[in-house]
């Protein structure tokens, strides 16, 4: 029997403006606001130390002083590393000056977006990331779609009709398992997903994994109303 896939460092992105979700963000990060009365980002870092996560490296931005105040003042159950974006360097930029501040060098690592609510067995998507051997795994969300569907049969008959069903088209859900390699391969500044990701693809270097558990990204009032709902009030 293999013994499991452990990755043991991260980086979450927490650099971006948020500005769908003003006023909200006039005063605080995006990643600090609060789903069920609990900051995302406490969410995610809880959930990255129950996978065996022991280090992770925030990289701020748009006010950085209120996080690293929350974080500082905050019990953590890992250790946290903040670095500071001086300029806007987009998400792959961000990955990769973020990236380059882990302590484990050679050593796989997990990325997260800020703004991501989620649960499902990461210590899975790290051994599948393993066994592929690619630079880098997506895992894969099905959004739900916010209309109601009709399904039809192959006459054109109605069949029944579906409330906010999945999408049948998965999307990149924010959540990555990288191998140290990848750092040389993202940009600078800009988007890895216009950059990196295609050229991966390309050469059979890129992975993905689909993602079972709850998913839902914020970028808007609506979001944090609706998932609140689906929460409810004790959280995932």
Same mark, same amino acid.
């Given at each position: ?75 953590? =159950?890992?250790?946290?590393?903040? @670095? !500071? %974006?001086?300029?806007?360097? &987009? *998400? ?5 000056? /973020? ?43 099905? =959004?739900?779609?916010?209309?109601? @569907? !009709? %399904?039809?049969?192959?006459? &054109? *008959? ?5 409330? /906010? ?72």
């Amino acid at each position: 029997m293999t013994s499991p896939v452990r990755v043991r460092q991260a980086v979450i992105l927490a650099g971006g403006q948020g500005s769908r979700l003003k006023p909200y963000t006039d005063t605080r990060p995006k990643p600090m606001i609060e789903v069920a009365g609990r900051c995302i980002i406490d969410h995610q870092i809880e959930w990255l130390a129950e996978a065996g996560v022991t280090d992770v490296v925030v990289s701020a931005g748009h006010l950085h002083e209120v996080l690293i105040e929350h974080l500082s003042a905050t019990t953590q =159950p890992l250790r946290i590393t903040t @670095v !500071v %974006e001086d300029e806007p360097l &987009g *998400r792959g930029g961000a990955l990769k000056y /973020a990236g380059r501040h882990l302590p484990i060098p050679g050593a796989d690592w997990y990325a997260l977006n800020g703004d991501i609510w989620t649960r499902f067995d990461l210590g899975a998507m790290a051994a599948c990331h393993a066994q592929r051997r690619v630079l880098a795994t997506i895992g894969l969300a099905r =959004p739900r779609i916010p209309w109601g @569907v !009709v %399904e039809v049969d192959q006459r &054109g *008959r109605v069949t029944d009709f579906v409330e /906010a069903p999945p999408s049948p088209y998965p999307i990149n859900g924010g959540i990555y398992v990288f191998s140290e390699e990848i750092l040389d391969l993202l940009p600078d500044t800009g988007d890895h997903e216009r950059s990196t990701f295609p050229l991966l693809a390309r050469q059979r270097r890129l992975a993905g994994w689909p993602i079972e558990g709850y998913w839902r990204a914020i970028d808007t009032a609506k979001d944090i109303r609706e998932i609140a709902i689906e929460l409810g009030v004790g959280g995932a």
